[in-house]
Every structure is written in C-alpha cells, then in structure tokens.
C-alpha cells in the first residue's frame, strides 16, 4: 500500500508540472521574432531576415534606416555597418506585432608583421647616426580592410631617451604629431612608413610669442596674450574696466610687453647636414649630435596599426644598437 501512494504521489507531482509548463508556455512566447543568418560577421554583408510568429498580413522590415514591405516574411539584405540593429512590423489580424534583433561584428585587430629598415628585410643591427626609414611591407587586415599606421615610437634604451620620427612631408594640424606616416622618396611614397635618426633627439623649432592678434572690439581679463605689431603682451587688468580701448603698447598699465613675436614651425629640427621635407633643418641652428659616449643596448620601434572600425593592433621591437663613442 506505501509503494502504490508513493507513486501516486509521484505521478500526480509529474502531471502537474507538466500542466503547469503547458500553461505557461504560450505565455511566454512571443507573438513576433525575427531572426538573422548570419547572426554576425563583417560588412558588407549579406543577411536573411526571417520573421516567425505570425502568417498572412505584411510585414516591414527596418534596415540600416530603409525600410522594405512585402508579404513575405523572408528578407533578403546587405548590411555596410556593423554592429546592426534590424527590425520587423507585422500587420494583419490582431496585430500589429514588432521585434527586433543585433547582426554582431565579426573584427580582428590588423596583422604588422614584421617592420624592414632601409629596406633591408635582415638588417637587425643599427648604428649610431644611421638614417632608418622603417617600413611594414607586411601589415594587413584579415577581413581585406585598409591596416593604418596610427602611432609610433622609437626609444634608444642605451641613451635612455627617445629618438625623433619624422614623416617626410610633414602633414599635420597638431605638431609633432603626424596625420599620416609616410616617407616621399624619388619613386613615390611609401606609405605606414618613417624616418628616424638613431641617437637623435630633436628640440622642436618652437613659436615665441605667436598669440592671437589683438582686436580692439574685444574685451580681455587678466591672463590673456594677445600680439600686436609684432610683439607678444600678457593682459594684467581686465581691459573691460576701460572707458576706452586699451591698445597694447600704449596702455602700459593694461599689458606686460613678453617679447618680439617668432613663428615657429612646432616641429622637431632634423640632425646637422640633413634635410626632411617639411621639416627645419638642423644645420642652420647650430644643434649637433650628442658628444657624449652612449653605450650600446636596443632600439625599441613600437608601432600601433588601426584598421576602418577602430580596431588597433601594437607591437614592439628591439634591435640592437651599438655604441657611440661621442665626438
């Protein structure tokens, strides 16, 4: 009699969750979905939207900003940007419905591979002085995207300071910094590229003085540097404060005189008997190479590549760099 309760029991529990689940299930599922193969990748890509859920009526889809209605509940699209969000509405009887879903982005970062000097694919040893164009004939996206050269270094570990790049011309709004690193030779340009000099660390040809013009129907607080006629002033009263203009030069109690303007380039001097295109030439200002000794050790290239999302990639290698005995 205890067996025959027990699995009473035990077949009422069973038939209760089972009519419970029953219950509940339509309840729990949705009137509309939509879904999308491939449910992510990299664009452009080619999707098949399905909406399920529903039949008869129309349905319209939403895709990157279109949108496209048919009585089908298939649609086939291109995507160009990823990650998406895509949509459906369906309309009929006891609607509307609407649902919506994500296409991922399927993205790796680029491949460097390995950087060249001078073109030579084994030179793996530099010298003090030497002119290094470095290139990276390698670099690639996996996904066929352009692979950009967005950033690099080159610090001498033996001298404990870092080298100056220069990217022949110079293109750019915020120096030193490049907007695009190339080198311009007699047979075009190389592209993801730049010139550096080992041991050399250059001071940067910088303006003195070379402040907004001074205009005289605008009013100025103490801490503001204006030029006028070729000199830099520091406003030191507020020249709000005035019956009438103030002009620099003249209102000596409104301005502290700095200096003579100089426009400057705001870039890094190249070594003595050298030239870059686009950049001040370090022959003419009377800067030359270090004089001390510098002990031999590794030059350190760092390069950071982006590819057209954003995705960045760094790496970093050290060849060595023999001594400089100073001269």
């Given at each position: ?13 069973a038939?209760?969750g ?6 509940m299930?339509p ?13 992510e ?5 080619e ?10 009526g129309?349905y319209?889809f ?22 998406c ?8 009887t ?6 919506d879903t ?18 030579i ?8 002085r ?7 004939p390698d ?19 033996g ?6 790049i ?20 007699g ?5 993801n590229?730049?010139v ?8 940067a ?14 009013d100025?607080v103490?801490?503001?540097r ?15 404060l ?8 003249v209102?000596?109690?409104y301005?502290?005189p ?11 001097y190249?070594?003595?008997?050298q030239?870059e295109?686009g950049y001040?030439?370090?022959g ?19 390069a950071?590549f ?9 790496e ?6 023999m ?5």
């Amino acid at each position: 009699m205890k067996r025959v309760a027990i699995l009473g029991v035990v077949l009422l529990a069973a038939l209760s969750g089972m009519l419970l689940t029953g219950c509940m299930s339509p309840a729990t599922q949705p009137a509309l979905t939509l879904e999308a193969t491939p449910s992510e990748g990299y664009p452009p890509l080619e999707v098949t939207l399905t909406a399920v859920g529903q039949a008869g009526g129309s349905y319209t889809f939403g895709v990157e900003g279109k949108t496209y209605t048919h009585p089908s509940p298939v649609l086939v699209a291109w995507v160009d940007e990823l990650p998406c969000t895509v949509s459906v509405v369906w309309e009929g009887t006891g609607g509307p419905y609407s649902a919506d879903t994500t296409i991922g982005l399927v993205n790796s970062g680029p491949v460097i591979g390995r950087l060249v000097l001078n073109g030579i694919e084994d030179l793996w040893t530099i010298h003090p002085r030497l002119r290094c164009v470095v290139t990276f004939p390698d670099a690639h996206d996996l996904e066929g995207g352009p692979a950009t050269l967005v950033n690099a270094t080159v610090f001498h570990a033996g001298q404990g300071e870092p080298n100056t790049i220069f990217c022949p011309p110079y293109t750019g709004l915020h120096p030193p910094k490049p907007d695009l690193y190339r080198v311009r030779t007699g047979q075009g340009d190389l592209l993801n590229a730049f010139v550096f000099y080992s041991t050399w660390n250059a001071p940067a040809n910088v303006s003195v003085n070379d402040y907004p013009r001074w205009k005289d129907v605008r009013d100025y607080v103490v801490g503001d540097r204006v030029q006028h006629e070729g000199e830099g002033y520091l406003c030191k009263k507020d020249t709000a404060l005035a019956a009438t203009t103030k002009v620099p030069g003249v209102a000596a109690s409104y301005w502290t005189p700095l200096g003579a303007v100089v426009p400057g380039l705001d870039l890094p001097y190249t070594p003595p008997s050298q030239g870059e295109d686009g950049y001040p030439g370090g022959g003419l200002c009377g800067l030359t190479w270090p004089r001390d000794l510098i002990p031999g050790g590794m030059t350190i290239i760092t390069a950071t590549f982006e590819d057209e999302m954003g995705l960045t990639t760094t790496e970093s290698w050290e060849i060595p760099t023999m001594p400089f005995p100073g001269c």
